[in-house]
Structures are given as C-alpha cells and as structure tokens.
C-alpha cells in the first residue's frame, strides 16, 4: 500500500504539473497573432493536455480511490476526508474546463481574454494548498 | 513541524511542475526558429526559471532541512535517506544546470543536438520518482 501511496504522490506531480502551466500557456497563446505561433501553441496545448495531464489525473485518480478504499473501508468518512474529495472532484471538472478551453483554442473559438487566464492559473495553487493541507493535517471538521 | 512537511510537499510540486516543462520550451526555441517564436520563448522560459523555478525549489530545499531535524537520528543512517539525499542533489544540479541552458540560449543551436533534450526529462522524472518511493515506502 505504500508503494501505492508513492504511486499517488508521483501521479499527483504530474498532474499538476500540467495544471499549472495548460493556463500559463493559454495566457501566451491569446497574446499571439500570427497564423503559425497559434498553431504552434495549439501543438503544445494538445501535447500537454494528453500527454501528461490526462494520464496524471487518471492514475492519481485511480490510485487515491484505491488507497481510499483499503484505509477508509467504512462509512462514515472523517469530515477532513470528504472535504478533500470534495476539493478533488472540484479540480478534476476544473481539468475538464481547462480541455474544453483547449478545445476552444484548437477550434479558434476562444473568447476569453489574457486577463481571466492569468486569474485561471491561480485556481490550481488553491486546490493545492487546500488539498495538500486537509491530506497533511486532518483537521477535525 | 506538519506546516514544513504541508509547504514542503507544496512547493516540491510547484518545483518540478516547472523543471519538468522547461525542457520542453528548450526543445521548442531549437525547433521554432523565427525571431518572434524566439523571443516569446525566451521570455516564457526566463519566468518560468525565476518566478517559479526558482522560488519553489529554494523553499523545498529549505523546508526539507526543517524536516530533517525532526527525523530520529537512527532513520539518518538508513539506506533510503541517503539515497534521498543523492537524488536531491542531482535535482539541484539539473536545475542549476538549466539555469545555464537558459542564460546561453541563444547558443544552444550549436551546442547540443534534440536528443539531448529529450534525455534531459528523464533526470527529474527518475528522481522525482526514486525520491517519492524511497521517502514514503522506506524500503532499505
């Protein structure tokens, strides 16, 4: 179960990893103009978002349903713990929005401006802080 | 001692989200090779190295050796902490390294060939990978 746990905590790098900077790269993709650096851009989009996001959220996915399952085999869930899954189902539908943002690039359709992407990339560093910490310190709630 | 171990884990994260990308963008400035890619991914490289690079592995560093002092002395002279501590450093010097890679970008056409770029992912990968069992499994 360790080895799982370590599993977990490398797929979870991962995944934020493209979290973190899908965003970053949507702010420098609105900012370009010409026909070939947007195509280039949607490139990396792709790239990122399917190659490594993806896999990184399915396997941190799978392997925390698992881990939860083996520690946590009885209802009810501590307060702490539903919380946690409450903030991962958030960030798993905000990684669902950034592949339909992505799409949205891919496709020309984009409507947002540079601004609100700047605003979007901060919205993981939430979900880290807030996941990391309940995961970290159980707190009684 | 939980907020090290907390911001620990948070900035380890933040750290290698960007030292897994900047290869890429690397790779990127050798395959795009007109003036205005370049310069935009040039400048996507420079903030990624100082504004997150930088700040996060300085303060996972910092944190770990916070982290150390709670650690019982017998778990010091295990197998898996020195392996920790190899890896981690490796981890230091490939950052610090990509720092020089970033600083002669304009050379890099010459110097290295795409292959070397793509050998360079698998340093943070197996690190990050060896770091994370070693650390939470303890096996040795």
């Known amino acids: 179960m360790l080895y799982l746990k370590?599993?977990?905590?490398?797929?979870?790098?991962?995944?934020?990893?493209?979290?973190?900077?899908?965003?970053?790269?949507?702010?420098?993709?609105?900012m370009q103009h010409s026909n070939l650096m947007q195509q280039r851009f949607i490139g990396l989009e792709c790239q990122l978002y399917y190659y490594i996001t993806t896999p990184g959220m399915v396997l941190t996915l799978v392997s925390g349903v698992i881990l939860l399952l083996h520690k946590f085999p009885h209802l009810p869930y501590p307060g702490w713990l539903i919380a946690k899954i409450i903030?991962?189902?958030?960030?798993?539908?905000?990684h669902i929005y950034l592949g339909y943002l992505r799409r949205c690039f891919a496709t020309g359709m984009n409507k947002h401006s540079e601004i609100f992407f700047r605003y979007l990339n901060e919205v993981p560093t939430l979900f880290l802080l807030l996941i990391v910490l309940l995961a970290v310190f159980h707190p009684h709630l | 001692m939980l907020w090290f171990k907390a911001l620990h884990i948070i900035s380890i994260i933040a750290w290698f989200s960007g030292l897994l990308y900047l290869p890429r963008l690397f790779i990127c400035y050798y395959q795009w090779s007109d003036q205005q890619a370049q310069h935009y991914l040039s400048l996507m490289a420079y903030k990624l190295y100082h504004y997150i690079i930088n700040p996060a592995g300085l303060c996972s560093l910092?944190?770990?050796?916070?982290?150390i002092d709670t650690l019982p002395i017998y778990e010091l002279h295990k197998f898996w902490f020195g392996v920790k501590l190899i890896c981690a450093l490796v981890i230091v010097m490939y950052h610090l390294y990509l720092g020089t890679i970033l600083r002669?970008?304009?050379?890099?056409?010459?110097?290295y060939n795409l292959k070397f770029y793509?050998?360079?992912?698998?340093?943070?990968?197996?690190?990050?990978?060896?770091?994370?069992?070693?650390?939470?499994?303890?096996p040795f």
């Not at chain 1, 903030?87 to 905000?94: D, Q, R, T």
């Not at chain 2, 050998?119 to 939470?136: D, G, H, N, S």
């Open chain 1, 6 to 30: 370590a599993l977990h905590l490398i797929a979870i790098v991962f995944w934020f990893s493209g979290l973190f900077y899908l965003p970053r790269l949507f702010v420098y993709h609105t």
């Open chain 1, 87 to 94: 903030g991962v189902l958030w960030l798993s539908g905000f």
């Open chain 2, 62 to 67: 910092l944190c770990g050796l916070a982290l």
């Open chain 2, 104 to 111: 002669n970008l304009h050379f890099i056409k010459i110097s």
């Open chain 2, 118 to 138: 793509y050998f360079l992912y698998t340093i943070p990968v197996i690190c990050c990978a060896v770091i994370i069992v070693v650390t939470v499994a303890k």
